[in-house]
T-cell receptor, first 110, second 113 residues
Framework: DTEVTQTPKHLVMGMTNKKSLKCEQHMGHRAMYWYKQKAKKPPELMFVYSYEKLSINESVPSRFSPECPNSSLLNLHLHALQPEDSALYLC?????????FGSGTRLTVV | QKEVEQDPGPLSVPEGAIVSLNCTYSNSAFQYFMWYRQYSRKGPELLMYTYSSGNKEDGRFTAQVDKSSKYISLFIRDSQPSDSATYLCAMTLNSGGYQKVTFGTGTKLQVIP
């Protein structure tokens, strides 16, 4: 298995909703990442998990809450988002050089 | 000045052409140099990476790094319509025990049949 699987592929949520994004990999990678990508922009790093511990938080607002339940799973919990949070949310993993990215969750906040 | 500069394009070429995609960078501490391909509404896919100055070839793709000029390139030979995508250069730096990645802004390539 050489994939990073993200669910759901698309999500529309209201500003008062709570939702979660899920990411799964079975490559044994011990570093996992959440990135946010706006249209025609490069991915922006949000969080880094290394060996299931949060090691980097790039000053992300608290309405985004990451969680790493085990070495294969990464979640991103969303609450009280703003319309400007609409973007493609990418999960990635690595065991060295170069990331394996998932296909992303396209999030629209209405 | 941005750490990594990449021409956003769009770049439009006929099928079979040789494509040259380029990035410049300012931080001489960057260690690995990578190229990702991103199709519309998909995540980026790692194409190639290299560590040292010189050329690295993989099929129709050649990655070139010139550390003295702080310049990297990706050449695509015999370009195909399926190569139409956005190409992101990326560079890594060892930062606090993890590889921090800086992406270029991406070049959108269209190969016309």
């Amino acid at each position: 298995d050489t994939e990073v699987t993200q669910t759901p592929k698309h999500l529309v949520m209201g500003m008062t909703n709570k939702k979660s994004l899920k990411c799964e990999q079975h490559m044994g990678h011990r570093a996992m990442y959440w990135y946010k990508q706006k249209a025609k922009k490069p991915p922006e790093l949000m969080f880094v998990y290394s060996y299931e511990k949060l090691s980097i938080n790039e000053s992300v607002p608290s309405r985004f809450s990451p969680e790493c339940p085990n070495s294969s799973l990464l979640n991103l919990h969303l609450h009280a988002l703003q319309p400007e949070d609409s973007a493609l949310y990418l999960c990635a993993s690595t065991q060295g050089v170069g990331y394996t990215f998932g296909s992303g969750t396209r999030l629209t906040v209405v | 000045q941005k750490e990594v500069e990449q021409d956003p394009g769009p770049l439009s070429v006929p099928e079979g052409a040789i494509v040259s995609l380029n990035c410049t960078y300012s931080n001489s501490a960057f260690q690995y140099f990578m190229w990702y391909r991103q199709y519309s509404r998909k995540g980026p896919e790692l194409l190639m990476y290299t560590y040292s100055s010189g050329n690295k070839e993989d099929g129709r793709f050649t990655a070139q790094v010139d550390k003295s000029s702080k310049y990297i390139s990706l050449f695509i030979r015999d370009s195909q319509p399926s190569d139409s995508a956005t190409y992101l250069c990326a560079m890594t730096l060892n930062s606090g025990g993890y590889q921090k990645v800086t992406f270029g802004t991406g070049t959108k390539l269209q190969v016309i049949p």
